[in-house]
């Protein structure tokens, strides 16, 4: 499992998911993107219980919300997330299948999964000429 993709979804998600009933999540999926939203949203579902009962985790999930793109903070929630997911297969297994959700879609040629800090990550599924993609 690639726990730095994992928390890179998570990080600029978290604000909202750590504020779950705010008005302010009403405009998360326009922040990171929909497909990024609701990724975000069902791997916090599994991972929540988790970080809930282990207090290192929660703190380092609410560092990460007030500061999603510290290098430092997500480090720190790497760890911790790390340390869950290697305890827990089944739950490790499980966020697998989430995260290669969107990436098994017949049809799709590229995925982008874009957030509020890093605009640039592209990861290719099919072949694609480059000359074919405007950004």
């Known amino acids: ?19 779950v009933g705010n008005k302010a999540v009403e405009g998360a999926s326009q922040k990171v993107g929909e497909d ?17 009962v282990k207090e290192a985790a929660k703190e380092a999930a609410t560092d990460v919300a007030q500061k999603p793109e510290d290098e430092d903070l997500q480090a720190s929630l790497r760890v911790q997330l790390k340390k869950i997911l290697d ?22 040629n590229i995925q982008m999964n874009a957030n ?16 074919q993609v405007n950004f």
Do not use: R
């Open 87 to 108: 305890a827990d297969t089944a739950l490790a297994e499980e966020i697998t299948k989430i995260l290669q959700a969107s990436t098994d879609k017949p049809g799709d």
């Open 36 to 52: 990024v939203w609701n990724k975000a949203k069902a791997i916090w579902a599994k991972l929540h219980p988790k970080v809930e």
């Open 116 to 131: 509020a800090y890093d605009q640039s990550t592209v990861k290719q599924v099919g072949k694609i000429d480059a000359n």
């Open 1 to 19: 499992m690639d726990i730095a993709l994992l928390v890179k979804i998570l990080a600029p998600c978290l604000p909202f998911l750590l504020n």
